[in-house]
């Protein structure tokens, strides 16, 4: 029964963790506003986001106040995770692992963050062998990764109609998320 939950619990905070973190990289993406996917993005994250704007300030692009918002989900999802897992004994551990937990909080944001362009990349690719446009959702794809891929596809240009570009990126991004696993075990 408790991992059950556990998992019910680390399931569904990941699925919210997503939707903020691409609220966070929109803007930074340059993400046109008026998408309606972004529009549902931004609807199901500012009831836990605008609160915190009101003291966060954002630092240009950067929304300082979703991550903010994000770490302490991670951070509550993991004592809740950790409490179900071990029982109240952990409650008194809690103030010497703050810190790490705000670490590792933030590694898993940007395994997470990783994660969210790697998938990003492979449905732009399926779509685009589908040989069809399915319209804000391909808006979305594109504006979000391209200025990964783009760069790229200067050093590599495309064989034909074969674009190896998002394949090198995929790889590269792999490897990130590989490093930043093995950092984050080092560090804390």
Known sequence: MKEALIFLIDTFTRLYLLILLLRFWLPLLRVNFRNPVAQGILRYTSPAVVPFRRF????????TATIVVAILIQMAASIVIMTIGTGFGFFGQLATSLLPMVVVAFFEL??????IFIVSIVIRVILSLLGRSFGPLSDLLFNMTEPLLRPVRRIIPPLGVVDLSAYVVIVLLIALNMALADFQTRLV
């Open 56 to 63: 966060i300030p954002s630092f240009g692009q950067l929304d």
């Open 110 to 115: 940007a395994r997470l963050s990783v994660v």
